[in-house]
């Protein structure tokens, strides 16, 4: 069982940053794959980032370049940092452990982009 805590999110200004966190607990070692997802209110939910267990990472190309996935094994947290947000980033964010076939998920957190 692995269990997943995000946190980090709030209303930011357009051209504005924000770090999000997601603290991992439980069978920390079977996990493989960590992933960002968001979901914007009347849309499907879509991949942002994704950190592999070697360190692989990849980002949709809607984020390239503006976010940064990154994670710190001494705190078992993986960290989203969003910069130059757009109001088109508006979503709840979720971070997802893959283990084996099993994926797990994080309750969310909402990031708000607006002026």
């Known amino acids: 069982q692995v269990q997943l805590v995000e946190s980090g999110g709030g209303l930011v200004q357009p051209g504005g940053s924000l770090r999000l966190s997601c603290v991992v607990s439980g069978s920390i070692f079977s996990i493989n794959v960590i992933s960002w997802y968001r979901q914007a209110p009347g849309k499907e939910r879509e991949l942002v980032a994704v950190i592999t267990r070697v360190g692989y990472i990849n980002y949709a190309d809607s984020v390239e370049g503006r976010f940064t996935i990154s994670r710190d094994n001494a705190k078992n947290t993986v960290y989203l940092q969003m910069n130059s947000l757009k109001p088109e980033d508006t979503a709840v964010y979720y971070c997802?452990?893959?283990?084996?076939?099993?994926?797990?998920w994080g309750q969310g957190t909402q990031v708000t982009v607006s002026s």
């Open positions: 997802k452990a893959l283990v084996k076939t099993s994926d797990y």
